[in-house]
């Protein structure tokens, strides 16, 4: 057994997430401390999982990202501040499985951070459009010959955005996976469109 093995089986995630001041809710949640977090979105256990940025790990992972050290710092500063009898002179010898579990673990942060960012560009275009079809609809027979480009926008796309925003929240892992990658030219169209929007009002 090698020194972070034995610092996850001595501490939890929420037994350190206490000692180092995060307040846990009775049900377990607590504000991530890792994203600007007014309501808890952070599950903390045995782990760690934010369903707001995707932070998500181990006890030791956890103490590495709240005050920016390496894997064998987070260890030690675990070590001293729990007063954990575990020799910290013991060597760690880095297996292929530790290896692949951690590239595993990037891919997949990497992942719900790609898909906070893709819910947050569908939600601001789906906002937009829902405000041009409410406020710019034509209300005279006129005014429908020469409809805005935006209300005409808002008509061609708020369904479908509507359906992508309900697939990304409520599919599976697997699914979303799939389907981010088939459908990110999209989204990156809309980022452009909305920043498009955004500088035509400014």
Known sequence: MNIFQEVKQAVSTMDAASFYGIKLERNQMACCPFHPDKHPSMKIDNRFHCFGCGADGDVINFVERL???????AAKKLI???????????????TAADIER???????????????????????????????KRDLAP????????CH???????QNIDMIDWMIEELENSTLEK???FLNT???VIAHVKGRIAEINLDRS
């Not at 005050?67 to 710092?73: A, I, R, V």
């Not at 209300?139 to 020469?146: A, G, I």
């Not at 480009?149 to 008509?155: D, I, K, S, Y």
């Open 67 to 73: 005050f920016g050290l390496t894997p064998l710092e």
């Open 102 to 132: 951690k590239s595993e673990q990037e891919r997949l942060r990497a992942f719900h951070l790609y898909k906070r960012d893709a819910l947050n560009f569908l939600r601001e275009y789906y906002n937009i459009l829902h405000c041009a």
């Open 80 to 94: 001293a501040d729990f007063n954990l009898n575990i020799d910290v002179k013991t060597p760690y010898k880095l």
């Open 139 to 146: 209300k005279t027979p006129e005014e429908f010959e020469n």
């Open 176 to 178: 979303q996976i799939v």
């Open 149 to 155: 480009p935006l209300f005409e926008e808002a008509l």
């Open 183 to 185: 459908y990110k030219g």
